[in-house]
């Protein structure tokens, strides 16, 4: 399974027309493309930035609609008043969901870059060592991984249910995140907390 991702910094007033038009025009355009099986959005209200997030059954399917979405980003960039979309296209190398989201739910996303040499063993961390600690933290709703092999970026995204539950969690979460990072030899580069705008995947379970 792959994914992309598409990055824009918004002018926060646009945020809520560019979710509409997400969800009521590029959603249904995407779900009829071959081998596309879904779509989500996360949002952060306070600095702008936006990421929506397609996945899809192979990587074939995902390259095949590049051109045909370009247009469509472009369109979904100016409705939110940012800049040029940032895309970056990933392996969904985990996927584990302990239910389903539902409204008010957030997700703290962690960037990390590692030696692509070392990845198989940086998913093996997160796989065995941080998942199982992941999912006994309150309110934990879902977790999934994205690794770009060439450059050895990736990105995990961990939803809970709602904000609060993401807040009482950051101690625990930061603790987790430098042991995990240590013991995969990866370096942090980013961390942002954010609210899910859309969850519409139906990626299976990954693990």
């Given at each position: ?111 990390v870059k590692a030696d692509p040499a070392d990845m198989d063993r940086a998913i093996d961390v997160y796989k065995l060592a941080l998942l199982p600690r992941l999912e006994d933290l309150a309110g934990f709703c879902s977790a999934s991984l994205l690794v770009d092999r ?58």
């Open positions: 399974m792959y994914a992309r991702s598409t990055t824009i910094t918004a002018a926060p007033t646009s945020i809520d027309a560019g979710i509409a038009q997400l969800r009521d025009e590029v959603m249904p355009t995407l779900m009829e493309m071959d081998g596309c099986i879904g779509l989500s959005m996360m949002v952060d209200r306070e600095s702008g930035r936006c990421i929506a997030t397609s996945a899809w059954q192979s990587e074939e399917a995902m390259r095949a609609t590049d051109e045909a979405l370009r247009p469509i980003r472009d369109q979904l960039a100016e409705t939110m008043g940012g800049g040029s979309p940032d895309v970056q296209e990933w392996e969904i190398a985990v996927l584990h969901r302990d239910h389903r989201s539902a409204a008010g739910a957030c997700i703290r996303a962690t960037w060439a450059s050895g970026r990736s990105v995990s995204s961990v939803t809970y249910d709602s904000r609060e539950a993401m807040a009482e969690t950051r101690e625990a979460a930061a603790s987790m995140r430098s042991s995990t990072a240590k013991d995969a030899g990866a370096e942090v580069l980013d961390v942002c907390e954010f609210e899910l705008a859309i969850a519409h995947l139906r990626v299976p379970e990954l693990t």
